[in-house]
């Protein structure tokens, strides 16, 4: 499977496989060096999926939301960011 990010010049470039691993546990190590947080597994397959296209930002976004929503009086109708 190929997938393809954003690049800030607004360009696309297409990942392999292993580019989206590398780039799946440069993140880990980012969150885990940077803050001293170890990514749940959920996480980690939610950065995966927005690496390889299988989800977008916004889908991601309404994903935690409504993880959380359970906890708290958050609506997830429409959440704002």
């Known amino acids: 499977m190929w997938s393809m990010t954003s690049q800030g010049n607004g360009q696309r470039q297409v990942l ?12 880990q190590k980012a969150m885990e060096l940077g803050s001293g947080l170890v990514l749940k597994a959920d996480a980690v397959d939610r950065a995966r999926r ?10 991601a ?4 939301f409504e993880k959380y929503a ?3 009086n958050v609506s997830v ?3 704002k960011v």
């Open 16 to 27: 392999t496989p292993d580019e989206v691993e590398k780039r799946v546990i440069e993140i």
């Open 61 to 64: 976004v309404a994903e935690i």
């Open 77 to 79: 109708a429409d959440p």
């Open 70 to 72: 359970r906890y708290s």
């Open 50 to 59: 927005i690496l390889t296209g299988l989800l977008t930002e916004e889908q």
